[in-house]
């Protein structure tokens, strides 16, 4: 085992996952393609220099592209990388002939939303895909939008899968439109930003959340007080004024938006470190590694930034001591 990252003791890992799908998903209803997957190997070569083997959670539509196929099996035969799955319901069969169910459907339904049945049928159909592109059944899960529930966990720890990274915490996603006749996204303000399981009758599920955490007092000190502040956000004129005035950018995401910074997620490090977080995930796309394919890299000047914020990030990391795992290497460490 690696030496990992110990301050006062304390043990930490970092975990790089990459939503890894369509060119440019925000585009709803576009023809679905996956140039970007074609950016990946530079990406991959900057984690190999630094000893950090990333989790590439991919879309079905990536199974079936034969540049995909050959790369991530590559990754996953020298043991560099994990491909797990991540769901899109939209590009995922079986489809529905109805609104938010159709193929590439102009409403990208949660995972959530979707009736038990198909989304066991769509579970199904992506594992299968996974293991007969790349030759591995996946054993961790992203839901597309972050679209997870108890019944997508159910799901998952019945299908044999190990951990979930679709939690957000501190986050209320209901405003967040999915199917026409939905309610919208999930509401994970009061989860924890530490692993928990879930049990299902002898089948179990390790869920690592996203590191979204709150680093300015009162709210880096009072978890459930961070939860119903930052949950009830929409519901307020006032709240969202107080947090533009006194709490910007709060809670922080490890994620690199186009306005991150290094200091930004040294904070987070720290603030991980002050309440024993063994693990932090980072996530962000596929497509934003290619110029123009995502909203958030426009160009390949942001696109650039983008790897000099993950190489000066890299190096702090290293400076640190902190090493690197897989989602499903860091789930079978975990005792719960």
């Given at each position: 085992m690696n030496t990992v990252g110990s301050i006062n003791n304390h043990i930490m890992k970092f975990l790089v996952t990459i939503d890894t799908e369509g060119d440019n998903q925000w585009d709803h209803g576009r023809k679905l393609g996956v140039e970007n997957i074609k950016f990946v190997p530079r990406f991959q070569a900057l984690c190999e220099k630094y000893n950090i083997r990333p989790t590439y959670l991919v879309t079905s539509e990536v199974c079936e592209d034969p540049y995909a196929r050959e790369i991530f099996?590559?990754?996953?035969?020298?043991?560099?990388?994990?491909?797990g799955a991540h769901l899109h319901s939209w590009t995922t069969?079986?489809?529905?002939?109805?609104?938010?169910?159709?193929?590439?459907?102009s409403n990208h339904t949660f995972a959530s939303e979707l009736p038990p049945e198909l989304l066991r049928e769509k579970l199904n159909t992506?594992?299968?895909?996974?293991?007969?592109?790349?030759?591995?059944?996946?054993?961790?899960?992203?839901?597309?939008?972050?679209?997870?529930?108890?019944?997508v966990a159910r799901v998952l720890a019945e299908n044999s899968y190990i951990v979930d990274s679709s939690v957000t915490p501190f986050t209320n996603w209901v405003l967040t439109k999915g199917a026409p006749d939905g309610k919208g996204g999930p509401d994970f303000s009061d989860k924890p930003v530490a692993?928990?399981?879930y049990n299902f009758d002898g089948a179990a599920l390790v869920e690592i959340?996203?590191?979204v955490i709150p680093t300015t007092f009162p709210f880096n000190r009072n978890h459930k007080l961070a939860g119903l502040y930052f949950g009830n956000l929409h519901?307020?004129?006032?709240?969202?004024?107080?947090?533009?005035?006194?709490?910007?950018?709060?809670?922080?995401?490890?994620?690199?938006?186009?306005?991150s910074s290094l200091a930004m997620f040294e904070e987070v490090i720290d603030e991980a470190f002050r309440i024993n977080l063994e693990y932090v995930v980072m996530m962000f796309h596929s497509s934003e590694l290619m110029p123009g394919c995502s909203k958030y890299r426009k160009d390949e000047e942001s696109v650039e930034k983008l790897y000099e914020l993950l190489e000066g990030f890299y190096k702090y990391l290293k400076g640190k001591n902190i090493t690197s795992a897989t989602l499903t290497e860091a789930a079978?460490?975990?005792?719960?």
């Open positions: 099996t590559g990754y996953i035969k020298k043991e560099t990388a994990e491909v069969p079986p489809f529905l002939d109805r609104e938010g169910y159709r193929y590439n459907d992506l594992t299968l895909q996974i293991e007969e592109a790349f030759g591995k059944r996946p054993t961790s899960f992203r839901s597309g939008r972050y679209g997870f529930n108890d019944t692993p928990y399981m959340p996203v590191t519901k307020s004129i006032l709240l969202r004024g107080l947090r533009k005035l006194f709490y910007p950018g709060q809670p922080l995401w490890l994620r690199p938006f186009e306005w079978k460490e975990i005792n719960l």
